[in-house]
């Protein structure tokens, strides 16, 4: 079959490798989509747990072609979609029941095979049916997890004044879960209009322009129009400079959450004073694991619309441009490799 093989940071070919056979607890998934992140841009440079030699692609979805000797609850022909987290059960944390925090993280496309390739195995127990879903839209299931685990994270309340730094396509969804989910005063500040136009429309969101070069000018706007601050301020663009302008837009009380990812190396200055003044709360928000069920569930509903988010597409002979156009690309919402064509 053929697949992304990295040998090393940034060396990576398009290669015949042999198809991987299922161990008696796994199934064989042939791939329809993978979706391409931010996250395959700083594995691709060797952050983010990545252990090479590595096959990416973590947001993966496709039709089950072989099943193991011991799988019974999943079936031949299945479309589905992997949770591609596994946990390892025993260690400090898993026994603490905080699986999230595993000493022994491997996740599919990270650190294990991923889906950049014609086929995959999985663990039967992370493997989840997409019922009517379109494969288009299965291929943002593993981001809208991530979203839900934001959502856990920042435990809004209803009526919480909510400000969002970031239109890529986990703070697409995250935006409409924040709407469902009860914020009163929702606001997206982003730099490309096509993008704003469509987080304004799929979460009822107010929308300001941001220009990268002139951080003044929305800083006054939303310091006009929203001289109380608010509840929960989200970096979702993984930008220290973004970042770092967080926690003055802050409500007293007011949560700042690290959503984006940034480089391993970044650092931003924050004021102890401030932090202890205004009584602020510094969050983080890693990945996800067990929140895929409700992902299926909020796609499968309508209550988040992932329809038309994908704008570009791929095949996985031309996965270097995929890459180019998520890292240095312009005018691109969600990009994704599709094996079908
Ligand atoms: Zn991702
Ligand atoms: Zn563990």
Not at 25 to 42: E, F, P, R, S, Y
Not at 160 to 175: R, S
Not at 234 to 248: E, H, N, R, S
Not at 310 to 324: T, W
């Amino acid at each position: 079959m053929k697949a992304v093989v990295y040998e090393g940071p940034r060396e990576f070919s398009i290669t015949e490798v042999t198809i991987p056979t299922p161990d008696p607890n796994q199934v064989l998934i042939k791939v329809a989509t993978c979706g391409v992140c931010k996250t395959d841009v700083h594995i691709h440079n060797g952050e983010f747990l990545a252990e090479f030699p590595l096959t990416p692609g973590h947001e993966f979805a496709g039709e089950v072609v072989q099943v193991g000797t011991q799988v019974a609850d999943v079936q031949l022909g299945d479309r589905v979609v992997v949770d591609n987290t596994i946990l390892c059960g025993h260690c400090y944390y898993c026994k603490r029941s905080q699986p999230l925090y595993c000493k022994n993280f491997y996740s599919l496309g990270v650190n294990r095979p991923g889906g950049f390739a014609e086929y995959v195995v999985a663990n039967h127990d992370k493997v989840f049916s997409i019922g009517s879903l379109s494969f288009d839209e299965a291929a943002m299931i593993e981001p809208t997890s991530c979203a839900i685990h934001g959502m856990d994270v920042i435990d809004l309340r209803p009526g919480d004044d909510v400000l969002m730094f970031g239109t890529g396509p986990t703070g697409i969804v995250l935006a409409q879960l924040l709407r469902y989910c009860g914020a009163s005063n929702l606001v997206i500040v982003g730099s490309d209009p096509v993008k704003l136009d469509l987080v304004g429309r799929l979460a009822r969101a107010d929308t300001i322009q941001m220009d990268r070069s002139h951080y003044d000018f929305h800083t006054q706007e939303l310091m006009k129009k929203y001289p109380e601050g608010f509840d929960v301020v989200i970096d979702a663009t993984g930008a220290v400079q973004v970042l770092q302008q967080c926690p003055k837009f802050a409500k007293f009380g007011g949560k700042i959450v690290v959503y984006g990812v940034t480089h391993e190396s970044d650092t931003i200055t924050l004021s102890p004073y401030e932090i202890f003044h205004k009584e602020l709360k510094i969050l983080g928000s890693f990945a996800q694991t067990h929140c895929f069920d409700r992902a299926i569930k909020y796609l499968q509903l309508g209550l988040v619309n992932v329809k038309g988010i994908i704008s570009h597409r791929f095949h996985l002979d031309q996965f270097n441009e995929a890459l180019e156009q998520v890292s240095t690309g312009k005018g691109h919402v969600k990009v994704i490799v599709d094996m079908r064509q």
